[in-house]
């Protein structure tokens, strides 16, 4: 089968929505860094209608900062892939048409510096996960230690990692005297703006003070808040999506109806009229980004978890099963809904409802295991935020603390029948260490896990009533299995 590309698009079928513009009449003006299928079905989308509706100089170079696999997809392509929005029977394809080209950095990063330093270049956003960041969850601090951050700081002239490569980019602008791009991160970081400010100010003192200055007193780093489930894209995805279109495409990406970006105004360069394709450009994007991490990545990392060592392969399956869509409600409504205040005119009780039924979707094949991935990096910000809320309080923490237990059993590498588990994590050598000599012990395991400094801060990690509660949720686990703990422990109210 012939893959996609410029020439076949007058080619397809009526129902495929094609790019209404001309490509080679917008520049590129956005650099991304880390090119994945969420970016794809998200950021690139809005700007697609963006340059649809108003053209300009906003095309997307993406980058590859590790694997070949995306410019291997998308280059052969002329960067075009599809977009499959899936809802029941119901489906919407369109063909995006944004980004440009993409780089794959390890073997084209004086290309990729050089774009990146380009006065056409006037925004560098990042999709490139909680761990990209090198960032400890626990105090927020850069991972100098790491051996990829000291590469980077032994040799900054040819970093790697995204933070060495916004601090060699902007050094480069800095030294042509051209003003600054805006730094834009797209992850589930909390404050992410703030945080990758933080990182990349640590870096760039470490290397120059000077910079670290300029970098200060010049750069923005507005902060957003995304929302889209993009599950990883499946043989059979692939398939049915050639069907659809008549050609192969390797870089297509399914996803759901729903997206939402919550974006801070803070531009200096400019920037594509994001608002008038539907994101929400606002002052302060803290409260939505917070109710975004509690309300739908906490349930889902639960369900990962609980799910998985349940014997439930997607999400879907677990908003299946009885027990684990009334524990998931519960823990929402519960748990954690009393621990947020929404903006003006923001419903809890309805976004609550919105996310039941889009975890529901059966078109959405997405894995518990796919979503258990970098939990380390991901349970800070996702679960732990929201305990310590309630501990605080003295208010009960049940479920909340269950879902940490199911966190602690899955990164010691062994399920509850004894089979290994494929952990991909960070720090997945060192958990299965420390944590798989005691899965018969649950005070020993709690204890071990919750001596892990990069990820439980010292007050949580000494709170007792913490502790126990997670002691006594491994008990649980241990003794009547995921799906058993999950009505057993904590039954729905």
């Not at 994101?279 to 803290?286: I, Y």
Request: net charge negative.
């Amino acid at each position: 089968m012939q893959r996609l590309s410029i020439a076949a698009l007058t080619r397809l079928p009526a129902h495929i929505e094609v790019p209404a513009y001309d490509r080679e009449a917008c520049g590129i003006g956005i650099v991304h860094l880390g090119i994945g299928a969420f970016h794809r079905a998200h950021q690139a989308v809005y700007t697609d209608d963006i340059l649809a509706a108003h053209g300009g100089d906003w095309a997307i170079a993406g980058v590859s900062l590790r694997g070949r696999s995306v410019p291997d997809q998308l280059n052969p392509q002329q960067g075009l892939y599809s977009v499959t929005a899936l809802a029941g029977s119901a489906r919407h394809c369109r063909v995006i048409g944004a980004v440009r080209r993409v780089i794959f950095a390890p073997g084209e990063r004086p290309e990729l510096l050089a774009l990146m330093a380009a006065p056409a270049t006037r925004i560098v956003s990042l999709t490139v996960t909680e761990k990209g960041y090198y960032r400890d969850p626990a105090s927020g601090r850069l991972l100098t230690g790491d051996p990829a951050i000291a590469a980077d700081l032994a040799a900054p002239e040819s970093p790697a990692t995204a933070i060495g490569l916004l601090a060699r980019a902007l050094d480069l602008r800095r030294q042509a005297g051209l003003a600054p791009f805006t730094v834009l991160s797209c992850d589930n970081l909390p404050d992410n703006g703030k945080s990758l400010r933080r990182l990349l100010l640590e870096y760039a003192g470490l290397i120059s003070p000077s910079l670290a200055g300029w970098i200060e007193d010049n750069v923005a780093f507005p902060g957003t808040m995304v929302d889209r489930i993009v599950p990883a894209m499946t043989d059979e995805g692939l398939t049915c999506v050639a069907d659809d279109l008549g050609y192969a495409d390797a870089g297509s990406v399914i996803t759901e109806p729903f997206s939402q970006w919550v974006v801070e105004d803070n531009f200096p360069q400019g920037r594509p009229a994001w608002e008038t394709a539907g994101a929400m450009l606002v002052e302060d994007v803290a409260p939505y980004e917070l109710i975004k991490l509690r309300l739908l990545n906490g349930p889902h990392s639960a369900m990962a978890y609980l799910g998985y060592l349940g014997g439930l392969e997607y999400i879907s399956d677990c908003m299946d099963n009885a027990p684990m869509r009334a524990f998931v409600a519960a823990l929402m409504q519960e748990e954690i809904r009393p621990t947020l205040s929404a903006p003006g005119g923001f419903d809890l009780g309805a976004y609550i409802d919105d996310l039941l039924a889009r975890f529901a979707n059966p078109s959405l094949r997405h894995k518990c295991w796919q979503i258990a991935m970098d939990g380390s990096q991901k349970l800070p910000q996702r679960l732990l935020g929201t305990l310590a809320w309630r501990l605080q309080r003295g208010l009960p923490i049940g479920r909340l603390a269950l879902a940490v237990a199911g966190w602690v059993h899955y990164a010691a590498g062994i399920d509850l029948e004894g089979n290994p588990i494929d952990v991909r994590d960070p720090m997945a050598d060192r958990l299965a260490a420390g944590l798989a000599p005691h899965l018969d012990e649950p005070q020993a395991l709690a204890g071990a896990a919750l001596g892990i400094e990069e990820i439980f801060t010292p007050e949580l990690a000494a709170n007792a009533a913490f502790a126990g509660a997670v002691t006594e949720s491994l008990a649980a686990l241990k003794q009547y299995g995921a799906l058993g703990a999950v009505s057993h422990l904590a039954p729905p109210g």
